[in-house]
């Protein structure tokens, strides 16, 4: 469960430290007070996206912590990520968000991603907001409800690997069908292109050897003038000696006084060494003046091979390699093509097994889901009458399509609030305050299913008075029993029925907005009942009625513990 909330610079809030108890917690004040900014900032530390402008106005950054005790250490987020909650079962979570709108995140002081962060949030709290009820409203959003509540997630896996190969195997199909015309088109311009590079005959790595025979035909003269300069120098000539030759020279000097110290032994045995390497260097300089031969037809011959590997990169590729790597794959072409008919009807009979495989998955999945919602059906029912929904009809009618990603089915939530009345879809009757309760129930049974330990209702019961905000009230205090509970309210009823009241305050301070959130007592719950009740006007009936509405509450609240 949350246990304290840490707000630092976000919107009008400066500073606030909030201790949430066990059980049902309720945050009332005025519009525009600030208690929406209070989910925003519960948000943020969660990974949600945020906007720079979360950031007090005038400060360098925000800062938001979460303390979650209890934890349940099976949640498969923790090894994912490799997250151990601390010796007691307490997990902090922290964003500290820049001015800039960049953003640090921490869990348990470890940096983290902002994506990390919001998995692991995921499986701590789940906030309902006033759009949720909107949801309701997109048949889309409808089949995800109730694969939530069926768990289909195994024949959902299932099902869309079986599509995902019915699909491959279909566009493969789609892919060489194509009219007579079109393919005697295809051919010839394959068959042109295969001629061109075969005709080539393409050697991978010929491009460089190319250049650099290129580079040395067009610079014989000088290349010819350089060996042979070093070839004289190395070897001599008629009239003089080479350095192989002197070298010697001065080592057969020094060997008729090497018997007179080490040093003429030293310097003798480092001019053998000079010697054979001289050697070796004037034998391949030797070398390469008699294997070198130019002719102007040779160079001619490289410029028109570089020049004909240039035409054909402009069409196939930029290197030799890529188009050796395009041939192969217009042969291949080439041949799917030439033998299409034998193709497509090996690939129609893997086709017609793959579809069988994946309506079998289908079937499979829809008849989990039928189950399902007869399931949900009477749960979401059972529900609405504790919602003062006693007449309501709550059916979800499935209609089949042509497979998709998501399976066979269509559904479609379907409602009537009258007695009398017959089933409509509901986008097309349900009220603000119906939506609400709906949701509210079908949160509920999901609710259910899930291990998050904390729900956050921002302002859902918009739309909500009288009986039925009652009962609102005293299903949020059962399910609190299960859970810990969250909400923004402006309903009396509901703020009584809650163990922990929080009140959410704006005023000025030289010039600038602050707003401060106050856990109330017995007395400042009263008053803050008769404001919700009265407005701005607080008599002492609005007090005695509030005090009755808290007893009441109380009273509830008891009998739901010896319910445990």
């Known amino acids: ?40 900032a519960l948000g943020a530390v969660l990974g949600q996206r945020i906007s720079r402008d979360l950031v007090r106005t005038g400060a360098e950054h925000a800062v938001v912590s979460a303390v979650f005790s209890n934890v349940d250490p099976c ?69 995800r409800y109730l694969d939530s509540f069926g768990m289909t997630d195994e024949k959902k896996e299932h099902y869309t690997q079986a599509y995902e190969a019915m699909r491959t195997l279909q566009r493969k ?42 580079n040395l035909l067009r610079n014989s003269e000088k290349y010819i003038s350089a060996i042979e300069g070093a070839d004289y120098c190395l070897n001599g000539g008629e009239e003089s000696n080479g350095a192989v030759s002197l070298v010697m020279e001065a080592e057969n000097a020094l060997s008729s006084v090497r018997q007179f110290g080490d040093t003429f032994s030293e310097l003798l045995g480092r001019l053998v060494d000079v010697r054979h390497e001289l050697y070796d260097i004037a034998e391949t300089v030797r070398d390469q003046k008699e294997q070198f031969e130019f002719s102007p037809e040779e160079l001619d011959e490289v410029e028109g091979r570089i020049d004909q590997l240039y035409r054909l990169k402009k069409k196939y590729g930029p290197t030799v390699e890529d ?37 079998a998955a289908a079937e499979a999945l829809s008849q989990a889901r039928h189950a399902a919602a007869e399931q949900l059906q009477a749960r979401i029912l059972s529900e609405l009458r504790d919602l003062n929904m006693g007449k309501v009809q709550f059916e979800i009618q499935f209609m089949e399509k042509s497979l998709e990603r998501d399976g066979q089915d269509q559904v479609q939530f379907l409602m009537s609030a009258n007695a009398g009345e017959a089933l409509r879809p509901i986008q097309k009757i349900a009220s ?72 959410v305050e704006k005023g000025e301070s030289k010039g600038r907005t602050y707003t401060k959130v106050t856990c109330l007592d017995h007395e400042q719950r009263k008053a803050e009942l008769a404001r919700l ?32």
């Open 173 to 214: 199909m789609e892919s060489i069908r194509m009219d007579d015309l079109e393919r005697e088109r295809r051919i010839d311009v394959l068959q042109h292109e295969i001629e061109e590079l075969e005709h080539a005959q393409l050697k991978e790595g010929e491009e460089e050897g190319l250049l650099e025979r290129r």
């Open 533 to 564: 009740t009265g407005g701005a006007q607080i008599t002492d009936a609005l007090l005695k009625s509030a005090g009755e509405m808290l007893d009441a509450a109380e009273q509830y609240r008891a009998s739901l513990s010896k319910q445990c």
């Open 75 to 143: 949640l498969s987020v923790f090894a994912e990520q490799g997250i151990e909650p601390d010796e007691e079962g307490s997990l902090l979570l922290q964003r500290d968000i820049q001015a800039d709108g960049k953003s640090v995140c921490r869990i348990n002081g470890r940096p983290c991603t902002v994506s990390q962060l919001k998995q692991l949030g995921a499986g701590l709290l789940n906030i309902h907001g006033q759009h949720d009820s909107q949801q309701l409203l997109d048949e889309r959003e409808h089949l």
């Open 323 to 359: 188009m050796i790597q395009y041939l192969a794959h217009a042969q291949k072409e080439l041949d799917e093509i030439q033998y299409a008919d034998d193709t497509f009807a090996r690939l129609e009979k893997e086709f017609r097994a793959a579809e069988r495989t994946a309506r």
């Open 1 to 40: 469960m949350l246990m304290l909330l840490h707000i630092e610079n976000i919107a009008v809030i400066e500073k606030a430290d909030i201790t949430f108890q066990n059980g049902f917690n309720a945050l009332t004040g005025e519009t525009g007070a600030g208690k929406s900014i209070v989910i925003d």
């Open 432 to 503: 603000g305050g119906e939506l609400a309760r709906i949701m509210l129930a079908l949160k509920n049974v999901l609710a259910e299913n899930d291990r998050v330990g904390t729900l956050v209702f921002d302002e859902v019961d918009t739309g909500v008075s009288g009986r039925a905000a009652q009962k609102v009230a005293e299903k949020m205090a059962s399910v609190s029993r299960r859970k810990q509970v969250l909400c923004v309210t402006h309903l009396p009823q509901i703020a009584a029925m809650a163990d922990a009241h929080f009140s």
